[in-house]
T-cell receptor
Framework: DTEVTQTPKHLVMGMTNKKSLKCEQH?????MYWYKQKAKKPPELMFV???????INESVPSRFSPECPNSSLLNLHLHALQPEDSALYLC????????????????FGPGTRLTVT | QKEVEQNSGPLSVPEGAIASLNCTYS??????FFWYRQYSGKSPELIMF????GDKEDGRFTAQLNKASQYVSLLIRDSQPSDSATYLC???????????FGTGTLLAVQP
């Protein structure tokens, strides 16, 4: 089973709202990722958690705040977003950690379609 | 030079034909290569990964890797209209071993 789940599927929020995106995997994977994808573009990496520790932050604005409560869960807290932050937000997981000499396949969740008004 | 080069397409093939999707990459140290399929409005789905030179077959899909030429391809045999999607090639590279995506090739299989 290579299932990653994400909630909500769709989210509309105002620029002053605070909301959270949630991601869950039960594959025993030790690395989890947040990506942002705009229309007709490839996914862009935002954050990587490896063994529940933040290992990569791709210079993402502080209005995006990731959290990894345990090895199965990943959250992305959103605050004071801008309309240009509207995108598909994807969570992914992989068996092994990034920064490893080995590479592991990443499996994506269905995504959250975010619209900022 | 871009890290990953893919023809954006659209690549149009008739139903039942072989679709050939190609990708070149610049990082000679890359070890792992992936093909994702993405339907419009959906998330990327991993369909093939290949780590060694040569061919790897899985059903109607064959991935081919040539590290000397820095080239990876995906062949889809007996193409079906349901194969119509954007195909993203990706590889892990750089100091952090991040997944680096190409811009994707749009495949259209004509019934």
């Amino acid at each position: 089973d290579t299932e990653v789940t994400q909630t909500p599927k769709h989210l509309v929020m105002g620029m002053t709202n605070k909301k959270s995106l949630k991601c869950e995997q039960h594959m025993g994977h030790r690395a989890m990722y947040w990506y942002k994808q705009k229309a007709k573009k490839p996914p862009e990496l935002m954050f990587v958690y490896s063994y529940e520790k933040l290992s990569i932050n791709e210079s993402v604005p502080s209005r995006f705040s990731p959290e990894c409560p345990n090895s199965s869960l990943l959250n992305l807290h959103l605050h004071a977003l801008q309309p240009e932050d509207s995108a598909l937000y994807l969570c992914a997981s992989s068996q092994g950690p990034i920064l490893s000499s080995l590479s592991y396949e990443q499996y994506f969740g269905p995504g959250t379609r975010l619209t900022v008004t | 030079q871009k890290e990953v080069e893919q023809n954006s397409g659209p690549l149009s093939v008739p139903e039942g034909a072989i679709a050939s999707l190609n990708c070149t990459y610049s990082d000679r140290g890359s070890q792992s290569f992936f093909w994702y399929r993405q339907y419009s409005g959906k998330s990327p789905e991993l369909i093939m990964f290949i780590y060694s030179n040569g061919d790897k077959e899985d059903g109607r899909f064959t991935a081919q890797l040539n590290k000397a030429s820095q080239y990876v391809s995906l062949l889809i045999r007996d193409s079906q209209p349901s194969d119509s999607a954007t195909y993203l090639c990706a590889f892990t590279g750089g100091a952090t071993n991040k997944l680096i995506f190409g811009t994707g090739t749009l495949l259209a299989v004509q019934p």
